[in-house]
């Protein structure tokens, strides 16, 4: 990247905190508990970076998946109690975070509850400068660019002069069409052999197998 790198746009889940393994867990036993039988590959490589309504609306229109009532609230609990008992920062993540010598902020699908509770759980809460942007702030959720649009709008940032780092095709399909370039980033417990090309494929600009290979690449754009 030759030109002057002034902010850096973090996805959360996946990218900062290593959330969506426990989250994919939990719903695979929920939806287990209840007949439907995905693995975790399949489960991992279909709904990336997806919100849980999405994918249960997935599941219902393909598979005919009936959501049995209060599965969604269930759902929901059994991923704070997931959180609460594991949840951990990407290794590497932390120390890479707090370091960065220019400002940085979130943009998840994720409420702005569920990143401050999350950044707070790991003890990051407090090293973001910048702000907790959420897709419940705009119309759609990503793939669609609106939450980095936002996100830009409200910094006063230029894309060419704004990174994000990204886990999953559906956020780096939104940061792209939002005019960013994108690290894809691999370094989560829940990602499969094989995500390095989906994230390539999506458009991601560059590749971070872990925090280290992320601190490398920002280290040359001046980020480190």
């Not at 959330?19 to 279909?46: C, D, N, P, W």
């Not at 209060?70 to 590497?92: K, W, Y």
């Amino acid at each position: 990247m030759s030109r002057q790198l002034t902010h850096i746009l973090f996805d959360n889940d996946g990218t900062i905190v290593d959330s969506e393994v426990i989250a994919q867990r939990v719903m695979l036993k929920m939806l287990a508990e209840h007949g439907f039988h995905l693995r975790e590959q399949e489960y991992s490589t279909r709904f990336p970076g997806l919100l849980d309504r999405d994918i249960l609306h997935i599941l219902q229109r393909d598979h005919a998946f009936t959501v049995p009532e209060g599965f969604t609230q269930q759902l929901h609990e059994a991923h704070h109690l997931g959180f609460d008992n594991a949840l951990r920062a990407i290794p590497g993540m932390t120390s890479l975070f707090r370091r960065l010598k220019i400002p940085k902020s979130m943009v998840s699908n994720g409420s702005i509850k569920h990143v401050e509770r999350c950044l707070r759980k790991v003890r990051l809460l407090s090293a973001v400068d910048g702000h907790i942007f959420s897709a419940e702030q705009v119309g759609k959720p990503k793939p669609h660019p609106d939450v980095y649009l936002f996100a830009l709008e409200k910094i006063g940032l230029e894309p060419h002069h704004t990174l994000a780092v990204e886990d999953s095709p559906t956020g780096v399909l939104a940061a792209k069409s939002a005019g960013l370039q994108v690290i894809g980033f691999l370094g989560a417990a829940h990602v499969m052999e094989g995500h390095a090309n989906i994230l390539k494929d999506a458009g991601a600009d560059f590749m971070a197998k872990d925090a280290g290979a992320l601190a490398v690449l920002l280290s040359k754009m001046g980020a480190l």
